[in-house]
């Protein structure tokens, strides 16, 4: 993270501030809210005291530890999901700072980078977060939880592995494409990721060949890109660019520690509908998955409150 750092806005108002702002130890996720004012990137080129290490590798960060009471999930049905925030005193974090219209945001994936879901779990009295999740083919997944305590001036990301009991068909290596399909939509990327510096990534969105210029508010912004390192499924940021255009296009500034593969997945809402739209970038082009896998839908769940 020796490069400047990018600095946007949230497509309706949250400044987004990168994690080398805050100096040494803290990391500010991609829904982490901003609690420092604007400034210059240029003015945090070559930081050394950045932190080395990108979010959602660590169970447990500044005192605060991931505790999962729901190790599996189930392929079959939706299943409580359950898991809490231990504070540094090692109670149950039950205090939240909220960001992007949530306490805490919810992401699920498996470790091809596949069966990826973004959720809003509902916090009990007692700190225990609930969210009704489906794996949707067996196998080991990651689950990340991005927050930011009370009274804490930056984002946490804390990971932990749960697994889906049963035959883990790995997915085949990925081939390259610049194009995405779900549903009738269709999301193009323009830009290439770039290691250690912020690239620009436009992706556009279309309806059967047609742009959308009508793209919905979700989370407080016309689209949320999470960006996931393969081989160890570093959680990374990526910031939308100030805009109150509802499309075609978003614009992000994707920043990787590393070269090598990443796993993008867009959320967009359109006609009341959330959407992923999921990439495999590498920091040679991008490129998506031979046969996606199937899985639930991640916005479709009691629990995601949208
Ligand atoms: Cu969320």
């Known amino acids: 993270m020796k490069t400047p750092v990018k600095l946007s806005l949230f497509g309706l108002g949250l400044v987004a501030i ?31 005291a950045a932190p080395a290490v990108p979010g959602g590798l660590q169970i447990a960060q500044d005192g605060y530890r991931l505790e999962v009471v729901t190790p599996t999930l189930s392929t079959t049905d ?6 809490k925030v231990l504070d540094p005193d090692g109670k149950a974090l039950t205090s939240y700072t909220r960001a992007h219209e949530k306490d805490l945001h919810l992401i699920v994936a498996r470790r091809d980078l596949t ?31 991005d927050f930011q305590p009370t009274g804490r001036d930056s984002g946490l990301i804390l990971g932990a592995d749960v697994n889906a009991p049963g035959d883990y068909q790995p997915q085949p290596p990925a081939q390259v494409t610049r194009e995405a399909k779900v549903d009738d939509y269709t999301v193009t990327i323009d830009g290439d990721l770039v290691a250690g510096t912020s690239s620009k990534l436009t992706l556009t969105v279309t309806k059967a060949g047609a742009p959308v210029t ?24 990526v910031h939308p660019e100030e805009t109150t255009k509802a499309g075609p296009q978003i614009v992000f500034y994707a920043e990787v520690p590393s070269a090598g593969t990443y796993g993008l997945f867009l959320d967009f809402q359109h006609q009341g509908t959330v959407r992923t739209a999921q990439f495999t970038a590498t920091t040679n082009g991008v490129t998506v998955p031979v046969a996606p896998t199937a899985t639930p839908s991640p916005h479709g769940s009691p629990g995601h409150g949208h």
């Open 115 to 145: 069966g990826f879901q973004h959720v809003h779990p509902v916090l009990a009295p007692d700190g225990t977060w609930e969210v009704p999740l489906r794996a949707g083919q067996p196998g080991p997944y990651r689950v990340f939880a």
């Open 214 to 237: 009508d793209l919905e508010p979700y989370l407080g912004a016309f689209g949320h890109l999470v960006a996931l390192r393969d081989g160890d499924l570093a959680y990374l940021h």
């Open 18 to 48: 990168f994690a080398a702002a805050w100096g040494a130890g803290t990391l500010a996720g991609p829904f982490a809210p901003a609690t420092q004012p604007q400034a210059h990137g240029d003015e945090h080129g070559g930081d050394s």
């Open 78 to 83: 939706s299943q409580p999901f359950r898991f």
